[in-house]
């Protein structure tokens, strides 16, 4: 038996995304029903929902037989995979990146940014990051009591992380924004290129056009980082060499544009939603105030609250079973982590949004050799902006509804009005 | 032999099976790898390791 239509077409709905409540509930039925099952819809080769935390972490951990890169790493319907191949030559992805490449490239390619973003790699990167953190705290309360958090901080202070990081001046800030987001939030026409409704096939050309402006733009890096090296991470990417060869351009182009759009969009989107959190809970924020280590919990609960990437797909390259339904080779899965973060099984109150668990294995970054590159970095630049901002606020609540991105995939708040007072 | 796993990767290091393409033998206690050794998969530290199986 195949999961039922509605809610298979429910869990690949941007617009649903958008009112997460309506995938979550489609959710709560799967995992109850069919945790692991087929889905078919009209038009998609059909794929298995896999919705559990447990199962998610058993598939995440064999990456030689669950592959990333053999077809899309996200749900497309075939006309769209069909459409790429032919503009990649037969490759399944538009960008070879590391989410789209397994075994030894995929080692390879990890291991030219890994060393540089470890804990202990990153703590030198702390009080520049808590600078940054103090100037968008300032440029909020410039507000005057009222801000759209997600458009006025969340999305611009991940964002200037990440370039200082990689090495992009400021002045291209506002280029590297509008280009994520028509890459993230195709499907919004509040954010897309077109700023416009778009069928699948317009939504394809305006990917690969974002692609192509991207790219040219990150080719004038690689020659500028060559004549120049420094220790900045996209200086790191264009001297790499595996095998005494650099990287290839579908390689490299692929390292600069994961790096320089999901390096700040997930983490804006965490931050957005944190804050929507926030705002809702009276009583959280002084909390926090009286016993600031609850501020590490808050960053992890939000995190497992907002799941940015909402799935990534899979690809079976040898037969298994899992949760005792046979998976055959070739077959295609979607891991769920926004339904694998609401597992009842892990937690007894998954639709409450708490600081006080004792445990929160969130799966939100992934597991395994897939786990997200940058988790450590986005831990900190969470917490030392929640450190900054807490020290001034006095009170914050919603003063509207707050809006999320129309998208399946990478997304989360795009409106977060909020009414705040300070000390 | 004790079992040790990641708690941000789900790594885990089994003291049987050490972790030779890492430079750590079969057999080396978790107490024996030096204290700045990190996961080879996420890079989080040592005390980031929790004991799964004694």
Known sequence: ?423 | MRRWQCRYCGLIYDEALGLPDEGIAPGTRFEDIPDDWYCPDCGSEKGDFDLIQS
């Open chain 1, 1 to 423: 038996m195949t999961i039922a239509t509605e809610l298979a077409q429910t869990i690949i709905d941007p617009k649903a995304y958008s009112q997460r409540e309506i995938v979550d509930a489609a959710f709560v039925k799967i995992r109850a029903q069919q945790p692991l099952d087929k889905a078919e819809i009209d038009g998609f080769e059909p794929f298995w929902v896999v919705s559990r935390h447990a199962d998610i972490k058993e598939i995440e951990r064999q990456p030689d037989v669950f592959h990333n890169g053999d077809k899309s790493t996200f749900i497309t319907n075939i006309e769209g995979n069909q459409r790429v191949q032919m503009l990649t030559g037969g490759e399944p992805n538009l960008i070879r990146s590391l989410v789209s490449v397994d075994g030894l490239e995929h080692k390879n390619l990890r291991g030219v940014v890994f060393p540089h973003v470890t804990p202990r790699a990153i703590r030198p990167l702390e009080d520049a990051i808590r600078g940054i953190a103090r100037e968008f705290v300032d440029h909020m309360l410039t507000f005057d009591g009222k801000v759209d958090f997600a458009q006025d901080v969340a999305f611009l202070y991940p964002l200037r992380v990440i370039m200082t990081v990689l090495g992009v001046p400021q002045e291209d800030e506002p280029f590297m924004l509008k280009l994520t987001q028509e890459l993230f939030n195709n499907a919004d026409p509040e954010l897309n290129r077109a700023r416009a409704e778009l069928s699948p096939e317009e939504m394809l050309k305006s990917l690969w056009e974002t692609t192509m402006e991207l790219e040219n733009y990150f080719k004038a890096v690689t020659d500028k980082f060559r004549a120049n090296p420094t220790d900045q991470i996209n200086s790191l990417i264009a001297n790499a060499k595996i095998d005494g060869e650099y990287l290839n351009h579908r390689q490299l182009m692929g390292y600069y544009i994961i790096a320089a759009t999901a390096g700040h969009d997930t983490t804006s989107n965490t931050t957005a939603g944190a804050m929507w959190a926030l705002a809702e809970r009276p009583g959280m924020l002084s909390q926090m105030q009286a016993n600031p280590e609850l501020i590490n919990a808050f960053v992890e609960e939000s995190i497992r609250w907002e799941v940015p990437v909402k799935h990534f797909m899979r690809s079976a390259v040898s037969d298994i079973e899992i949760a005792g339904q046979q998976i055959r080779a070739g077959d295609w899965l979607m891991l769920s982590y926004q339904s694998g973060n609401r597992d009842e099984a892990v937690w007894a109150d998954p639709f409450d949004f708490r600081i006080d668990r004792d445990q929160n294995p969130q799966i939100a970054f992934g597991y395994g050799v897939h786990v997200c590159l940058g988790q450590h970095l986005a831990r900190m630049e969470m917490r030392i902006l929640w450190e900054e901002l807490f020290k001034r606020l006095k009170s914050v609540e919603m003063d509207g509804p707050g809006e999320r991105t129309i998208s399946n995939f990478v997304c989360g708040p795009k409106h977060v009005p909020i009414r705040f007072t300070v000390n």
